[in-house]
């Protein structure tokens, strides 16, 4: 029998991950030691007080139902939450929970784009920023991230016609993989802007609780107005260490929020009711673990690219997210996925190729802070033994 696969899985290729974690196995199966900064899966266990939540939730054999939809206590914790860290006020509809804001970003399109429509999406950019509009059936322009511009998107240059036929944009600040904030006068001018174009602004917002050096991490719902042209995705991921458990949420706009309700009502049978005692336990708890993980972050990040800038490779301080980013060395021209390989091979140390992030990205590394700082150290001074950095 030949089985005819649709036409969109042409566009999925093996995975980058899969390829670095097949030559870990092989390092690792030569007795060898392997630094993996590759994957961006928090190392810190969830703050015990969010354990604890799920574990009692887990005990009671109604909780083993379908949920059906949101705890009304987890509605008041997000609201609680976005009003204490953000400064937001949201109502109930104005809030849903999601598998986690990369389910979220990948099936939001359906319910914002007919075939053909047009969806702006960074480069460089998450893969999940592409992949889901491509989904829907969106046609792809990207907006160029570049260091001259200080990463941002020049609104100001946009293609006009191209804005009159977008319906979405998405943005995230602080950006994986290129670890830029993005100030607060940046979203007091994409505000006006979307409106002016009639473009909805979806934002991701991972990684505002991990940012660096005293810079703010807001969400995008703080700025007057937004309410009307955006909506935010929100995780528990980082912040909390809630990877597994698969808790986000949408927040925003309330027609977006109730269309996009209506799509999922459709797919899914609501999140597992442990899981959202341990998220109320995660937004309405103590905060001082959030704050302590982001040290040690900062901690990691400063062992990293300042450890590798005294050996001679130029890769600025990570201004946020879990991650850094830096161009490869000259020597190697634009060739990310070979250098990757030879560092590996010759070092033991997993970072990721630019080039997996969109065309902007080639020529550069994304390294994953996923090790205690002196691992990481370890893992510097493993580069310099191998010769690849001309100090």
């Known amino acids: 029998m030949d089985i005819i696969f649709a036409d969109r899985m042409k566009d999925f290729e093996e995975g980058i991950f899969q390829v670095l974690n097949e030559k870990k196995k092989e390092l690792e199966g030569q007795g060898r030691e392997v630094y993996n900064l590759s994957v961006g899966t928090p190392d810190f266990p969830p703050a015990q007080h969010i354990m604890d939540a799920v574990a009692e939730a887990a005990k009671k054999p109604e909780n083993y139902k379908y949920a059906l939809a949101d705890l009304p206590q987890l509605t008041k914790a997000v609201a609680h939450r976005f009003r204490e860290r953000y400064g937001v006020e949201l109502e109930t509809d104005e809030i849903m929970s999601v598998y986690g804001s990369q389910e979220g970003i990948t099936h939001i399109g359906l319910t914002l784009c007919n075939e053909g429509d047009i969806a702006l999406v960074p480069d460089p950019g998450y893969p999940i920023f592409s992949i889901g509009p491509t989904l829907a059936g969106a046609r792809l322009v990207t907006y160029e991230l570049r260091p001259e511009r200080q990463y941002l998107p020049d609104l100001d240059g946009m293609d006009s016609r191209v804005c009159q036929e977008a319906r979405f944009m998405v943005v995230s600040y602080p950006l994986n993989p290129i670890c830029k904030a993005a100030p607060r006068s940046f979203y007091e001018k994409l505000i006006p802007w979307a409106k002016e174009h009639n473009i909805i602004i979806i934002h991701d917002n991972a990684y505002s609780d991990i940012i660096y050096d005293g810079?703010?991490?807001?969400?995008?719902?703080?700025?007057?107005?937004?309410?009307?042209?955006?909506?935010?995705?929100?995780?528990?991921?980082?912040?909390?260490?809630?990877?597994?458990?698969?808790?986000?949420?949408?927040?925003?706009?309330?027609?977006?929020?109730?269309?996009?309700?209506?799509?999922?009502?459709?797919?899914?049978?609501?999140?597992?009711?442990?899981?959202?005692?341990?998220?109320?336990?995660?937004?309405?708890?103590?905060?001082?673990?959030?704050?302590?993980?982001?040290?040690?972050?900062?901690?990691?990040?400063?062992?990293?690219?300042?450890g590798l800038r005294r050996i001679g490779w130029e890769v600025p301080d990570s201004e946020g997210t879990m991650f850094a980013w830096g161009k490869i060395p000259e020597k190697y021209g634009e060739d990310d996925v070979a250098f990757v390989m030879e560092l590996m091979e010759k070092s033991g140390v997993l970072c990721t190729p630019g080039s997996s992030f969109g065309s902007l990205g080639k020529g550069h590394v994304r390294f994953a802070l996923t090790l205690p700082a002196e691992k990481i150290r370890e893992a510097v001074e493993a580069v310099r033994k191998s010769g690849m950095i001309e100090g």
Do not use: H, W
């Not at 929100?234 to 458990?245: D, H, Q, V």
């Not at 927040?251 to 999922?264: C, W, Y």
């Not at 341990?278 to 400063?302: N, S, W």
């Open 215 to 306: 810079r703010e991490g807001i969400s995008i719902l703080s700025i007057p107005g937004a309410k009307e042209v955006c909506v935010e995705f929100y995780s528990l991921s980082k912040s909390f260490n809630y990877t597994g458990a698969r808790m986000g949420f949408l927040v925003g706009n309330k027609e977006i929020v109730a269309t996009f309700k209506k799509l999922r009502s459709q797919i899914d049978y609501g999140i597992f009711l442990p899981v959202q005692y341990g998220a109320i336990a995660a937004l309405t708890g103590p905060d001082d673990f959030v704050r302590e993980q982001r040290a040690k972050y900062q901690e990691r990040r400063d062992a990293l690219c300042k």
